[in-house]
């Protein structure tokens, strides 16, 4: 069973850092986009970053230069960095992809479990 496991998230004070950490794991031949996004209560989930497989990336104009987004395909990771980080950052976020290919077809729309980040003012 194809997964994606994520870790790195935590308390954290204002302006410091957090670097998040997804792996997809199972069988599989590729994945193609993968992002991070977050949700806190009452509200819809929100797109923080993505990366293609090619290494084009794409922020939510909320954490544009502060926060980074990376991947290693070898390992089937992928990354962000968090830094200056503010009080309204804090939520859940979630690992995603839109297409995994593994052995009987196309897996579509594939999210971690979530982790927490919570920046204290």
């Known amino acids: 069973q194809v997964q994606l496991v994520e870790s790195g998230g935590g308390l954290v004070q204002a302006g410091g850092s957090l670097r998040l950490s997804c792996a997809a794991s199972?069988?599989?031949?590729?994945?193609?986009?993968m992002g991070w996004y977050r949700q806190v209560p009452e509200k819809q989930r929100e797109l923080v970053a993505s990366?293609?497989?090619?290494?084009?990336?794409n922020y939510g104009d909320s954490v544009k230069g502060r926060f980074i987004i990376s991947r290693d395909n070898a390992k089937n990771t992928v990354y962000l960095q968090m830094n200056g980080l503010k009080p309204e950052d804090t939520a859940v976020y979630y690992c995603?992809?839109?297409?995994?290919?593994?052995?009987?077809?196309?897996?579509?729309?594939?999210w971690g479990q979530g982790t927490q980040v919570t920046v204290s003012s």
């Open positions: 990366i293609s497989s090619g290494g084009s990336t």
């Open positions: 199972g069988s599989f031949f590729s994945i193609n986009v």
């Open positions: 995603h992809t839109d297409q995994i290919t593994v052995h009987w077809g196309i897996k579509r729309n594939l």
